[in-house]
Structures are given as structure tokens and as C-alpha cells.
């Protein structure tokens, strides 16, 4: 895996935080509120709520350097998601794959890391949606977290993830992600209550005001608009 300078700044920069800081604030559902809300929503049925465990939530230890070898070790993961084999050639490459690291992904890594540990897992997939459905589940709880932040953390916790298409022609972004159906349902309920119920701040601190920009902040990268020679020759 080639470490750009930029990569190694961020690098330096993530590991001087203290991700405890920016821990969510976790919502209990009260059981009396479970009963007359879960037999409203859209799935057919009541779900089985404890097939979601919010006692699991946790941060990783070391996070950047889990993210370091969850990088190293999946080429084709990217801050948007899995990217196609033509994408490895160009500079959104080099820099979606710098971005890695910036703390404002390690963050969004964090959250996701947490909120996964609270599914069941599957040696299936998911049937519903992939990655990108999971992690709109996980905002609706948590705060805004990047596709390949929801992906990173299924990989480090290795769960179950569809491999990424090495078609010369393939943009492919979103695998399907093992954890079970039910699990899944049970935490989009539960994020869909929070949404509903829990009066809270505007989601996040640390995530939604950074201030480079909203949701896709490597943009804000001026090597994308480098020629490709000059990139080559300055950061790597």
C-alpha cells in the first residue's frame, strides 16, 4: 500500500485525538413505547427488538491503526465505497484512499465500528439492501457515517463482506454486508424511533460541523484537480 505524504500527515493528525470525545449519546427505547410503536411500521409484524444490541457498542481501541490494516489489506476500499479496477489508476483514487485517514473518517470508522457491533451476524447477507442501506440504519441512531466507513468497519470487524468486482468496467460501490435480516430491520426501527421520539442536538459534534464541507469533504482536496504527472512526482 503506497502511504502518500498527505496520508501520513492525516496519519499524525488522527492519532492525536482522543475519540472518547465524540462517544454518541446512546437512547434506551422504553418498553411501554416499544409495544405501540413497532406494530406501526412498515415490515409486517412485530420485529424482535433484541435481535438489535445496543449494549454492544463500543469504539475500537486503536482505531487508525485498524484502519491503517484494514486499507492495506482491501485496495479497492475508498471513502465512497468499494471503487471499480479502472478506478485505480487516477487521482480520486490516490486521494479517496488518503482520506482514509483523515480524522473526520476515522470518526465516521468509529461510529460505524460501534453501531455494527450492535447487529447479529450472518454468514449470509444482509437481504434488504447493502452497505449503503446499513448505513443510512446507522445515521438514523448515530450521525451522518460515509459508505466506505460503513464498509471499513464490517471488514474490521470481519464480518462477512461481498467482494469487491475486479471488472475492468465495473464502478461497483456497495456490497452486501453478513448480518442477519432481522438484526438489521430491528436496528432500523430502533433508528427510525430515535428519529421520532428522542428530542437531541443536531446530529454529531465532531462529524457534521467539520469544517471542510458536508458529506463528501475529500472533494475539498485541490490534488483532484493536479495533472496526474504532477501528482505522481509531488505525493507519492
Known amino acids: 500500500m503506497v502511504i502518500t505524504s498527505f496520508a501520513e500527515q492525516f496519519i499524525r493528525d488522527a492519532r492525536a485525538i482522543d475519540y472518547q470525545r465524540f462517544f454518541p449519546e446512546l437512547f434506551l427505547v422504553p418498553s411501554a413505547e416499544l409495544k405501540d410503536w413497532f406494530p406501526t411500521l412498515i415490515y409486517s409484524g412485530k420485529p ?3 435481535s438489535f444490541h445496543l449494549d454492544r457498542f463500543a469504539y475500537p481501541d486503536d482505531p487508525v491503526t485498524l ?4 486499507a492495506s489489506e482491501n485496495p479497492y476500499l475508498v471513502t465512497e465505497g468499494y471503487c471499480g479496477k479502472s478506478d485505480l489508476k487516477t ?3 490516490i486521494v479517496q484512499r488518503d482520506w482514509l485517514f ?3 473518517f476515522i470518526a465516521q470508522f468509529c461510529d460505524a465500528y460501534g453501531w455494527l457491533r450492535c447487529l447479529e451476524r450472518s454468514n449470509g447477507y444482509f437481504q434488504d439492501g447493502s452497505s449503503y442501506s446499513l448505513k443510512h440504519y446507522c445515521e438514523r441512531t448515530i450521525r451522518y457515517v460515509s459508505n466506505g466507513a460503513l464498509i471499513a468497519a464490517a471488514l474490521a470487524l470481519d464480518l462477512k463482506v461481498e467482494p469487491p468486482s475486479r471488472s475492468e468496467k465495473s464502478s461497483f460501490k456497495n456490497p452486501k454486508i453478513g448480518v442477519k435480516t432481522a438484526s438489521a430491520r430491528a436496528a432500523q426501527n430502533y433508528g427510525m424511533w430515535v428519529e421520532n421520539y428522542v428530542s437531541r442536538p443536531p ?3 465532531f462529524n457534521f460541523n467539520f469544517e471542510l464541507g458536508k458529506y463528501h469533504f475529500w472533494h475539498f482536496d485541490n490534488r483532484i484537480y493536479s ?3 504532477t501528482l505522481e512526482k509531488t505525493y507519492l
Not at 67 to 70: L, R, W
Request: overall charge positive; glycine content about 6%; cysteine-free.
Open 91 to 93: 487521482v480520486n483514487y
Open 203 to 205: 446530529l454529531g459534534s
Open 227 to 229: 495533472r496526474p504527472e
Open 67 to 70: 484502519m491503517i490494516a484494514v
Open 102 to 104: 483523515h480524522p473526520h
Open 48 to 50: 424482535k427488538f433484541t
